[in-house]
């Protein structure tokens, strides 16, 4: 037969402190994913302008790698470590194809990938076609997200279909023509991060437009 001592009265006055959850992380990634983005996408605008001269387009890969890629990369592991799964996906998806773009010229210009010269075209239209259809299917699929971000991915939507007819056919008219969607599409980027720091400090919201998708 066995018996259990009773409990002493220090052991029950006593319990171990009850330890609180770690605090979730907030924040707001487009802080930074915004302006990763206008890096990489004023220097494309002014590549198409004519600008910076085709010569000396390697300018463009510390613009698009270092800044906008990585940048971007970082934005969205931070959306999706506070749980905006939707976020996280667009900066990767923008950053992966920064990356991609900065290691498509860096091949270019140092022969890398021993394309023929009479292929570049076809290589550059091959990327651009990928691209092009994953713009479009991610503007599509964000339909229901506020009328500015619409905006934003159908003018990228539409200015790598430019550069795609540009590429193809060695028109420099539509260059410049894409250098106004790369431009506005800027622009719209520029008011989305406003918005996003005036209410980071405090201020008023400005108008994003209504979903086109409810």
Request: charged fraction near 5%; aromatic fraction near 10%; include cysteine.
């Amino acid at each position: 037969m066995t018996t259990e001592s009773p409990a002493s009265p220090a052991s029950t006055a006593t319990t171990s402190p009850v330890e609180a959850p770690p605090a979730a992380p907030t924040g707001n990634p487009a802080l930074l994913g915004l302006p990763a983005f206008l890096v990489g996408g004023i220097g494309l605008t002014l590549y198409l302008f004519g600008y910076l001269p085709a010569a000396a387009v390697g300018t463009l890969v510390p613009m698009t790698l270092v800044v906008s890629g990585l940048g971007l990369l970082v934005a969205g592991w931070w959306a999706i470590r506070i749980g905006q799964g939707a976020v996280g996906a667009i900066f990767t998806v923008f950053a992966t194809f920064w990356l991609s773009y900065a290691y498509l010229v860096l091949s270019l210009v140092n022969d890398w990938l021993k394309i023929p010269a009479d292929d570049t075209a076809t290589a550059q239209a091959t990327f651009l076609i990928g691209w092009l259809a994953v713009f479009a299917v991610l503007t599509l699929a964000t339909l229901r997200l506020p009328l500015a971000f619409t905006a934003l991915f159908t003018l990228v939507t539409i200015t790598v279909a430019l550069v795609l007819v540009a590429t193809l056919t060695g028109s420099t008219g539509l260059l410049t023509i894409a250098g106004i969607g790369a431009a506005l599409f800027c622009l719209v980027a520029i008011y989305i991060f406003v918005d996003g720091m005036t209410q980071e400090l405090g201020g008023p919201a400005r108008s994003m437009g209504n979903p086109l998708v409810h």
